[in-house]
């Protein structure tokens, strides 16, 4: 049983950053990778970043790379820096956790086993 719980959600300008993070209810090293998702106005969710259980490997969605970094640290959060945000960036971004890495490694959202309720990013002028 894992509870995410994200923040750090806002309105920015473009070219603006911001930084979300995910705090789980339980130890998440060694057991979960983590990612996280964003769907944004008519569009389809989709996966930007999932980081390992140990924190030794990232995967970046292209859209993103460059520009979002993941990160966790050695108990049970997660973060993203997100820098030069775009319009079209704007989403709502889902923390979610995963057993096992094939998920996480795929980006795929169906092979994920807990997620958050999300917060809210909008970039806009």
């Known amino acids: 049983q894992v509870q995410l719980v994200e923040s750090g959600g806002g309105s920015v300008q473009p070219g603006g950053s911001l930084r979300l993070s995910c705090a789980a209810s339980?130890?998440?090293?060694?057991?979960?990778?983590m990612g996280w998702f964003r769907q944004g106005p008519g569009k389809e969710r989709e996966g930007v970043a999932a980081?390992?259980?140990?924190?030794?490997?990232a995967v970046i969605a292209d859209s993103v790379r460059g520009r979002f970094t993941i990160s966790r640290d050695t108990k049970n959060t997660i973060y993203l820096q997100m820098n030069s945000l775009k319009p079209e960036d704007t989403a709502i971004y889902y923390c979610?956790?995963?057993?096992?890495?094939?998920?996480?490694?795929?980006?795929?959202?169906?092979?994920?086993?807990?997620w958050g309720q999300g917060t809210q990013v909008t970039v806009s002028s």
């Open positions: 979610a956790a995963s057993s096992p890495w094939s998920a996480c490694r795929e980006q795929d959202a169906s092979g994920y086993n807990y």
């Open positions: 339980v130890y998440t090293s060694n057991t979960y990778c």
């Open positions: 980081i390992s259980a140990g924190g030794r490997l």
